[in-house]
Protein backbone atom coordinates (compact mmCIF):
# COMPACT_ATOMS: atom_id res chain seq x y z
CA UNK A 1 0.00 0.00 0.00
CA UNK A 2 2.78 2.07 0.42
CA UNK A 3 3.56 2.58 -3.03
CA UNK A 4 0.06 4.38 -3.48
CA UNK A 5 1.55 7.19 -1.38
CA UNK A 6 5.06 7.31 -2.99
CA UNK A 7 4.14 10.18 -5.08
CA UNK A 8 3.38 12.40 -2.52
CA UNK A 9 6.41 11.19 0.12
CA UNK A 10 8.51 12.22 -3.45
CA UNK A 11 6.96 15.75 -3.33
CA UNK A 12 7.55 16.16 0.31
CA UNK A 13 11.07 15.01 0.68
CA UNK A 14 13.16 17.77 1.99
CA UNK A 15 10.82 20.42 2.08
CA UNK A 16 11.48 23.67 4.12
CA UNK A 17 8.12 23.78 5.86
CA UNK A 18 9.20 27.58 7.48
CA UNK A 19 7.88 29.30 4.43
CA UNK A 20 4.41 27.77 3.96
CA UNK A 21 3.41 29.48 0.48
CA UNK A 22 6.72 28.49 -1.23
CA UNK A 23 6.45 24.74 0.23
CA UNK A 24 3.25 24.38 -1.42
CA UNK A 25 4.13 26.35 -4.68
CA UNK A 26 6.98 23.66 -4.90
CA UNK A 27 4.90 20.15 -4.00
CA UNK A 28 2.68 21.91 -6.91
CA UNK A 29 5.33 21.63 -8.65
CA UNK A 30 6.48 18.54 -7.80
CA UNK A 31 3.15 16.76 -7.78
CA UNK A 32 0.21 18.62 -9.38
CA UNK A 33 -2.93 17.74 -7.78
CA UNK A 34 -4.75 18.90 -11.36
CA UNK A 35 -2.13 17.00 -13.39
CA UNK A 36 -3.30 13.44 -14.59
CA UNK A 37 -1.15 11.36 -12.13
CA UNK A 38 -3.27 13.95 -9.71
CA UNK A 39 -6.59 13.14 -10.35
CA UNK A 40 -5.84 9.52 -10.51
CA UNK A 41 -3.88 9.39 -7.36
CA UNK A 42 -7.30 11.25 -5.86
CA UNK A 43 -9.27 8.77 -7.63
CA UNK A 44 -7.01 5.73 -6.38
CA UNK A 45 -7.60 7.03 -2.52
CA UNK A 46 -11.13 7.46 -2.93
CA UNK A 47 -11.29 3.80 -4.30
CA UNK A 48 -9.39 2.86 -1.51
CA UNK A 49 -11.85 5.03 1.14
CA UNK A 50 -14.37 2.79 -0.32
CA UNK A 51 -12.84 -0.19 0.09
CA UNK A 52 -12.09 0.38 3.56
CA UNK A 53 -9.13 -0.02 2.99
CA UNK A 54 -7.75 3.58 4.72
CA UNK A 55 -9.20 5.92 7.09
CA UNK A 56 -11.71 3.19 8.35
CA UNK A 57 -11.73 3.20 12.64
CA UNK A 58 -13.72 5.75 14.18
CA UNK A 59 -16.94 7.98 12.90
CA UNK A 60 -17.72 10.83 11.31
CA UNK A 61 -16.92 13.97 11.39
CA UNK A 62 -13.67 11.77 11.64
CA UNK A 63 -12.43 9.00 10.64
CA UNK A 64 -8.95 7.61 10.76
CA UNK A 65 -6.51 5.59 9.42
CA UNK A 66 -2.38 5.10 9.88
CA UNK A 67 -0.64 3.77 6.56
CA UNK A 68 2.86 3.97 8.45
CA UNK A 69 4.76 5.38 10.60
CA UNK A 70 7.93 7.17 10.32
CA UNK A 71 10.12 4.66 8.68
CA UNK A 72 13.28 4.83 6.38
CA UNK A 73 10.53 3.34 3.73
CA UNK A 74 8.55 6.30 4.39
CA UNK A 75 11.12 9.05 4.24
CA UNK A 76 10.37 9.30 7.66
CA UNK A 77 7.05 10.37 7.97
CA UNK A 78 3.90 9.11 9.49
CA UNK A 79 1.53 8.68 6.89
CA UNK A 80 -2.39 9.19 8.28
CA UNK A 81 -5.30 9.08 6.54
CA UNK A 82 -8.61 11.20 7.97
CA UNK A 83 -11.26 11.77 6.18
CA UNK A 84 -13.73 14.92 7.24
CA UNK A 85 -16.40 16.62 7.44
CA UNK A 86 -16.42 18.43 10.82
CA UNK A 87 -13.91 18.83 13.70
CA UNK A 88 -10.90 17.26 14.95
CA UNK A 89 -9.08 17.06 17.94
CA UNK A 90 -6.74 20.17 18.36
CA UNK A 91 -2.90 19.09 18.10
CA UNK A 92 0.51 20.88 17.34
CA UNK A 93 2.61 20.34 14.98
CA UNK A 94 6.41 20.08 16.28
CA UNK A 95 7.96 19.62 12.30
CA UNK A 96 5.27 20.94 10.91
CA UNK A 97 2.30 18.95 8.83
CA UNK A 98 2.39 18.57 4.91
CA UNK A 99 -1.43 17.59 4.32
CA UNK A 100 -2.46 16.44 0.17
CA UNK A 101 -6.51 17.05 0.77
CA UNK A 102 -9.26 15.84 -2.21
CA UNK A 103 -12.95 16.39 -2.04
CA UNK A 104 -15.14 13.77 -1.48
CA UNK A 105 -18.59 15.41 -1.49
CA UNK A 106 -20.09 19.24 -1.71
CA UNK A 107 -17.65 22.39 -1.65
CA UNK A 108 -15.12 21.04 1.28
CA UNK A 109 -12.26 23.18 2.90
CA UNK A 110 -9.70 22.51 5.06
CA UNK A 111 -9.31 24.79 7.45
CA UNK A 112 -10.66 27.37 4.80
CA UNK A 113 -8.34 25.76 2.04
CA UNK A 114 -9.47 24.63 -0.48
CA UNK A 115 -8.54 20.86 -1.85
CA UNK A 116 -4.91 19.99 -2.75
CA UNK A 117 -1.86 20.78 -0.61
CA UNK A 118 -1.75 22.52 2.82
CA UNK A 119 0.92 23.03 5.10
CA UNK A 120 1.22 24.46 8.87
CA UNK A 121 4.68 25.27 9.82
CA UNK A 122 6.76 24.06 12.77
CA UNK A 123 5.38 24.90 15.91
CA UNK A 124 1.81 25.60 14.75
CA UNK A 125 -0.97 24.42 16.41
CA UNK A 126 -5.09 24.16 15.39
CA UNK A 127 -8.27 22.43 15.57
CA UNK A 128 -8.50 20.67 12.13
CA UNK A 129 -12.01 21.49 10.81
CA UNK A 130 -13.48 20.65 7.36
CA UNK A 131 -16.59 22.87 6.23
CA UNK A 132 -19.18 22.71 3.13
CA UNK A 133 -18.60 18.94 2.35
CA UNK A 134 -16.54 15.97 2.62
CA UNK A 135 -12.75 15.68 2.63
CA UNK A 136 -10.02 13.12 2.60
CA UNK A 137 -6.62 14.01 4.07
CA UNK A 138 -3.13 12.44 3.95
CA UNK A 139 -1.29 13.70 6.81
CA UNK A 140 2.32 13.54 6.22
CA UNK A 141 4.18 14.47 9.41
CA UNK A 142 8.24 14.22 9.88
CA UNK A 143 9.25 12.23 11.86
CA UNK A 144 6.01 11.47 13.21
CA UNK A 145 5.77 14.94 15.65
CA UNK A 146 2.44 15.46 16.42
CA UNK A 147 1.07 16.34 20.11
CA UNK A 148 -2.54 16.54 21.31
CA UNK A 149 -3.25 19.69 22.76
CA UNK A 150 -6.30 20.32 25.30
Not at 15 to 25: I, K, R
Not at 34 to 51: H, T
Not at 109 to 132: L, M, Q, S, Y
Request: include cysteine.
Amino acid sequence: MLDTFRPLLDAARDLDVSDTTAAEALLNERFDPQSEAGLALSAKLLEMLEAGEIANRGELPMTFGRVSKACPESDNFTIDVVRMNGAGPKHRHPKGEINYAVRIAGAPKFDGREPGWIVFGEGTEHVPTTTGGDMLIVYLLPEGAFEFVK
